[in-house]
C-alpha cells in the first residue's frame, strides 16, 4: 500500500505491505485449532514541510531532554536527543576544565512510531468449550524514560553505581584530542551523575514488544435445552 498525506504544514509520504495468514492446523469432529497471523510494515517518510521550514518540533519532554520532531527526508515523529560526544575511536571526549562529557547537539536516534506490527490470534474448540488469545506486537521504534533521568540524577538506577567506594576513573580524551583521565571523588559523585540528564540518549530504549492482548474462554450451551430462554452461549 501508499498513501499521500497532506498536513497543514507540509506533506507525509506512506509505503509499505501487509500479509495475513488463516489457517486450520488441526480439525477433527470434536477438536479444531484456528490460527490467523498477520504483520504489516510501513515506511514513513516526510515529504516536505511549509516553505522555509525544515523540521518542526511537535513535542518535547520537560526540560528539552527529548524532542519529537517532524524533518524533511525523515519518518514522522523522530526522536531527537543530545549524547556523550565520541571520537572515530569510540573514546568519549572530556571538557578537562569541567570533567565532565562534552554533549552533542541533538541529532536524530530512533522512531517514535513502530514501523512493524503483528498480530497472531489461537482459537482453540473442544465440543461447547473454546479458548482463543491474541498476542500483539510492534517492533523497530524507541522510547524516552522521563522517570529513568530523574531516577539517575538521585542515585537510583544502576549506572550510578560505579565509583561510590573509592571515586569514579574516567577515561578518554579531552577536546584536543590528547589522552584525558581524572577521578572524581566520592563526594563529587552526586554532581557528576547529576550531568547525566544532558546526555538523553543514555534513557533512550527498544520500544519493541509483544504482548498477550486477549484471552477467551467460552462454552457453547445446548441451545434446546434454553430455547425459552433465548440464550445460546456463555
Same mark, same amino acid.
Not at 531527537?80 to 565520541?86: E, N
Not at 522512531?111 to 490470534?121: C, D, I, N, Y
Not at 504482548?211 to 474462554?217: A, K
Given at each position: 500500500f501508499r498513501s499521500n498525506v497532506i498536513l497543514n504544514v507540509g506533506e507525509m509520504d506512506n509505503k509499505g505491505i501487509e500479509v495475513q495468514i488463516n489457517g486450520t492446523p488441526i480439525k477433527s469432529s470434536k477438536f479444531s485449532w484456528n490460527v490467523n497471523y498477520n504483520i504489516a510494515y510501513n515506511d514513513n517518510k516526510v515529504v516536505r514541510l511549509a516553505p522555509g521550514l525544515s523540521t518542526i518540533q511537535l513535542?518535547?519532554?520537560? =526540560?528539552?531532554y527529548g524532542l519529537l520532531n517532524n524533518t524533511e527526508g525523515m519518518s514522522f515523529g523522530t526522536i531527537?536527543?543530545?549524547?556523550?560526544?565520541?571520537n572515530a575511536n569510540g573514546q568519549v571526549v572530556f571538557n578537562s576544565t569541567t570533567n565532565l562529557p562534552v554533549a552533542t547537539p541533538y541529532v536524530p536516534l530512533g522512531?517514535?512510531?513502530?514501523?512493524?506490527?503483528?498480530?497472531?490470534?489461537n482459537e482453540f474448540r473442544y465440543k461447547r468449550f473454546s479458548l482463543s488469545f491474541l498476542l500483539d506486537g510492534k517492533f523497530g521504534n524507541k522510547v524516552f524514560s522521563e522517570m529513568e533521568v530523574y531516577a539517575t *540524577?538521585?542515585?537510583l538506577t544502576k549506572m550510578t553505581l560505579p565509583g *561510590?567506594? =573509592?571515586?569514579?576513573?574516567l577515561n578518554g580524551v579531552d577536546q584536543s584530542g590528547n589522552p584525558y583521565t581524572h577521578t572524581v571523588p566520592v563526594s563529587g559523585l552526586r554532581t557528576y551523575y547529576d550531568n547525566y540528564k544532558i546526555y538523553s540518549d543514555l534513557f533512550l530504549h527498544d520500544g519493541s514488544f509483544v =504482548?498477550? *492482548?486477549?484471552?477467551?474462554?467460552s462454552y457453547n450451551l445446548p441451545a434446546l435445552n434454553l430455547k425459552a430462554l433465548h440464550i445460546q452461549s456463555a
Open positions: 513535542a518535547a519532554t520537560v =526540560n528539552n531527537y536527543a543530545t549524547q556523550m560526544q565520541k522512531k517514535s512510531v513502530a514501523p512493524v506490527t503483528m498480530g497472531l490470534t *540524577r538521585l542515585g *561510590r567506594e =573509592n571515586g569514579l576513573v =504482548n498477550l *492482548r486477549q484471552v477467551i474462554l
